[in-house]
């Protein structure tokens, strides 16, 4: 194997990880394939470790035997092929850090984070833990966006439970309110969409909610041109935010295909906004796609896809692609404070578009 003089990054030996897990036979396919996984979200470079004579087993996902492995690759340090496009466009936590610390203002212009779920659906947390968290992390708002009815898989919610998280949503709202916090819970929901673009739940529920954020969960694996449903969507009056629009998953889904300059010059004439959900996993939009945005100058909302407290540091993969992106913070919703978030979805919901 050709040796490289730079020492392997971690994007790298997540690349090796996941090829091993290619040629890997149960069940040491799936370590492989957990750690590949895994390692997006290593806090340091695991070349750095080793050279400091630490453990790899420090690193999630790393067990005694694969420290071996990615020890003997570390120190061969081999050429690594750039990966397939079911691996593309991913960062590292250790990038993204980079990325972050060359503007440390940046992340200060963060008010809050707009998808994360609860016990209502899939969720770990219940909606006071994920305000306490939110809370510690200075936020202004968080919105609670658990599943709709239509994505049972996730225990999605149907109309009669959205109206009583409402009642919980308001008593945390409340005791917030008392305790003289200026910080809220917003009312929001990842509302299932349909291929054609329509929603699975009653539009009256939905026009109870501070803001709705749609998602495609079905036929993720078209290979066809999908801008029609993208239009769709956005075109669909309920809907505010279009969450994780391709439907990307790390080493385990492309996504879906658009003509991504109509799809986001569509989303930037109606004045609605496409989300960089910023699960490690998902990434989605990536930094190219987030390019061809910030072209057409439509809004961007940052969400972590939170499934418990801890989660919500995710949002460092959201910030990190906004910044590389070059987004204007002007455009994104998470940089407006609370009244003048729930000042644009009025204007929307005002206008024939909402
Ligand atoms: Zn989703």
Known sequence: MPASQDPLTNS???????????????????????????????????????????????????????????RGWIEVSPIVASPPSIRK???????????????????????????????????????????????ARGYEYIAITDHSKGLKIAGGIDEQQLAKQADEIAMVNESLRSAGHTFRVLRSIEVNLSPRGEVDMDLASLATLDIVLGCF????????????????????????????????????RNGLSADWAKVFGIAAELDKAVEIDSYPDRQDLSLDLLRLAQKAGCRISIGTDAHGASQLRFIEFGLAAALKAKIDPGRILNFMGNNELLHWVTQLKKSKRS
């Open 89 to 135: 466009k991913f960062f590292t936590l250790t990038q993204v850090r980079s990325i972050l610390g060359h503007r440390p203002l940046w992340s200060r212009g963060l008010k809050g984070d707009l998808q994360m779920h609860s016990v209502w659906s899939d969720g770990s947390s219940s909606i006071q833990e994920m305000a306490e968290a939110g809370r």
């Open 12 to 70: 790298q030996i997540a690349e090796l990880l996941a090829m091993a897990g290619e040629d890997a036979k149960p069940p040491l396919n799936r370590a492989y394939r957990r750690a590949s996984r895994k390692a997006l979200l290593w806090e340091e470079e695991a070349s750095h470790l080793n050279q400091e004579g630490r453990s790899l087993t420090e690193l999630p996902g790393v067990g005694p035997y694969l420290e071996k492995i990615i």
């Open 217 to 252: 969960h079905s036929a993720l694996r078209k290979k066809e041109d999908q801008t029609e449903r993208y239009a769709a969507a956005l075109q669909n009056p309920a809907i505010h935010i279009l969450g994780h629009p391709r439907g990307r998953i790390y080493n385990f």
